[in-house]
């Protein structure tokens, strides 16, 4: 029943979500749903946590296992998260963010696991890579910065266009970041 629950919140949205047609939709009742999830915003901050477990399975399967870069995984996260049919999932992603920017209280946790579960997941190949931990979550962090600056903008636009020759710009920027050794002589000076 979640992964239904999922379905329907990612293709409608939270602003005018109401549990009857919800339910209506997951073969269903109000009462049960409220059983399971003691309110709406619990239900939504479930759907979000498993919408953001399947963005990691996915990555899993189809990011490349050994890349010969960084910017090589860089491409092939930015041609998965891109594609149409992932568009409601960050369309609801912002539309939740946006709202517990402004009500802290309605989503607890959901603003802190939004940055740090990204950051723990993004930084890991970087200490991998041999970057120290303070160099790695900053690595981490231009990361999940760039691509929801630009998830955000194709939401907005849908411009893939000039989306797909922005996020190659970024990725030369990327590329440009020192590797290990060459911040350890940086941070020596």
């Given amino acids: 029943m979640l992964e239904s629950i999922v379905d329907y919140v990612t293709a409608h949205g939270i602003a005018d979500l109401s549990l009857r047609p919800l339910a209506d939709a997951v073969d269903s009742s109000p009462r049960v749903l409220l059983y399971y999830f003691s309110s709406k915003d619990e239900l939504i901050a479930e759907v979000l946590y498993r919408a953001r477990a399947r963005q990691r399975d996915l990555f899993a399967t189809s990011l490349p296992r050994n890349p010969a870069s960084f910017a090589q995984t860089i491409r092939a996260a930015w041609a998965i998260m891109s594609t149409p049919q992932h568009e409601p999932v960050f369309r609801l992603f912002f539309e939740v963010y946006g709202l517990a920017l402004q009500d802290r209280k309605r989503f607890p946790g959901f603003l802190r696991a939004a940055v740090d579960d990204w950051l723990a997941y993004l930084e890991a190949p970087a200490l991998r890579d041999g970057y120290t931990p303070g160099d790695a979550r900053a690595l981490a962090t231009v990361t999940l910065a760039g691509f929801r600056g630009f998830?955000?903008?194709?939401?907005?636009?849908?411009?893939?266009?000039?989306?797909?020759?922005?996020?190659?710009?970024?990725?030369?920027?990327?590329?440009?970041?020192?590797?290990?050794?060459?911040?350890?002589?940086?941070?020596?000076?």
């Fill in 151 to 189: 998830l955000l903008d194709l939401c907005a636009t849908r411009d893939r266009k000039r989306l797909a020759r922005a996020v190659e710009l970024w990725i030369l920027a990327l590329d440009a970041i020192p590797s290990p050794k060459e911040l350890r002589h940086v941070h020596d000076d």
